[in-house]
């Protein structure tokens, strides 16, 4: 659903699992905030080059 609405937001993300189980992981922990969840979905995003 998050690469669904990154998506239809105009941003091209890397769709590939890794990433995605490893945020949804530290989310579940509780080490990350909201601020860091943020960055990771930056991170995530296609580079167009």
């Given amino acids: 659903m998050a690469i669904s609405y990154l998506e239809a937001s105009g941003k091209q993300v890397n769709p590939t699992y890794e990433p995605w189980r ?3 992981t ?13 960055d990771r979905l930056r991170s995530m995003q296609a580079h167009r080059g």
């Fill in 26 to 38: 530290d989310i579940r922990a509780l080490r990350l905030d909201s601020y860091e969840i943020a």
């Fill in 22 to 24: 490893d945020l949804v």
